[in-house]
């Protein structure tokens, strides 16, 4: 009989209990992407579509154990890093990671929620580029967390470039720079690559209160186009549409009394399996 094993993706997140964001962001995606999702919990974000009211830290000993666990059990094809604010918890994941480097990583350096929330702790910044950067294939932040990286205003696409040429240069291998906040008639996105090159992503913008988690999305998406072997352009350009698509077809729901989340189902895809040689 033959035998099957599934892309797995690796979601290294916060928790959101209203759905939209976080780990169940993470795992909604990676399983609408026809993936097998696994997760380690980094942080317990009491939050809900209107914004983050707390956040309780997971000891890092049990950040350890969960990754232990895991990779003992269930190697990821792709890894996504989503919420790490600590440099505690930075040095573990970054001291498991590196006896892995084969395997591709995508560093989503959540900062600011969409709300405007700051989610991180100021000493963790420098222990994320330190430590992290080297190791991600491609980090995602927005207008706002690339202002922090880059130590400057970021307010238009001229900004973007100039930052994202910043941001390379804390030993990052890529940066896909998201423009969402940019005050145009076309949402655009900025994919500095490992050669250096730029390119430039355009979508319509619609009008919708459904944002929630689309960062989550995005980054858990690359991870999970990068586990069906996709090219890093490809992944990041695939990734790019189903997100857009995942916000449009949310535009007209609503859910809870804030920014909504997305529609990650709108066109599910079965699971991937590749035969066991």
């Known amino acids: 009989m033959k035998k099957y094993q599934y892309p797995t993706v690796l979601s290294i997140a916060g928790f959101d209990g209203s759905g939209g964001a976080g780990i169940q962001a993470d795992l909604k995606t990676i399983s609408a992407l026809g993936c097998y999702a696994t997760t380690v919990l980094t942080a317990l974000p009491v939050q809900n579509t209107t914004g983050v009211q707390s956040i309780f830290s997971i000891p ?163 991870a999970s186009f990068l586990a069906q072997k996709n090219s890093l352009l490809n992944s990041v350009t695939k990734a790019q549409e189903y997100v857009h698509q995942a916000i449009y077809h949310a535009k007209e729901v609503k859910i809870g009394k804030g920014n909504g989340p997305l529609n990650h189902f709108f066109n599910p895809q079965k699971l991937v399996k590749y035969e066991l040689e």
């Not at 573990?92 to 590196?98: F, Y």
């Open 60 to 222: 890092t000993s049990v950040v350890k154990e969960q990754l232990d666990s895991i990779f003992d059990d269930i190697q990821p094809s792709a890894i996504k890093i989503g919420m790490v604010h600590t440099p505690e918890l930075v040095e573990t994941i970054a001291a498991k990671l590196k006896n892995y480097p084969k395997i591709p990583v995508v560093f989503d350096p959540v900062m600011v929620a969409t709300s405007g929330h700051k989610l991180i702790e100021d000493e963790t910044i420098k222990s994320i580029t330190e430590l992290l950067f080297p190791l991600a294939d491609v980090i995602t932040p927005n207008m706002d967390e690339a202002a922090i990286l880059a130590q400057m205003p970021v307010e238009t696409i001229e900004d973007m470039r100039i930052a994202g040429n910043k941001i390379l240069d804390l030993s990052c291998k890529s940066v896909l720079l998201k423009g969402g906040h940019l005050k145009s008639d076309l949402l655009t996105s900025l994919f500095f690559g490992p050669d250096k090159t730029v390119d430039e992503f355009e979508f319509e913008k619609f009008e919708t209160q459904n944002m929630h988690g689309s960062g989550c999305t995005l980054s858990s998406a690359i």
